[in-house]
């Protein structure tokens, strides 16, 4: 069975920090450009960040460009994100997701996870 488990979520005050983990089973993400992607109360899906199959591309969308890190370890068939300096707008439930594009605008995910609550407050 495919499946992707996002985990390292939680309640965080601005300007703190989260590490998200995405473990990948039943098929390998060494074949995938690998994403986050995060949807806000009452907005739609925004995709956050792509990283090529190999690691050597990383893309951002502009709202998190320069606090967050994309990185994979495919020996561990895991994905990670760094977010530092988090702001209110970065509330989201964030997920990853699996994909043979490697684009920030286009493209279908061939496998999603459940999510992980990141919520930034004071």
């Known amino acids: 069975e495919v499946q992707l488990v996002e985990s390292g979520g939680g309640l965080v005050q601005p300007g703190g920090s989260l590490r998200l983990s995405c473990a990948a089973s039943g098929f390998s993400i060494s074949n995938y450009n690998m994403y986050w992607v995060r949807r806000a109360p009452g907005k739609g899906l925004e995709r956050v960040s792509v990283?090529?199959?190999?690691?050597?591309?990383?893309l951002y969308a502009d709202s998190v460009k320069g606090r967050f890190t994309i990185s994979r370890d495919n020996g561990k068939n895991t994905v990670y994100l760094q977010m530092n300096t988090l702001k209110s707008e970065d509330t989201a439930l964030y997920y990853c997701?699996?994909?043979?594009?490697?684009?920030?605008?286009?493209?279908?995910?061939?496998?999603w996870g459940q999510g992980t609550q990141v919520t930034v407050s004071s």
């Open positions: 997701a699996a994909s043979r594009l490697y684009s920030m605008t286009a493209g279908e995910f061939t496998a």
């Open positions: 990283i090529s199959v190999l690691g050597g591309a990383t």
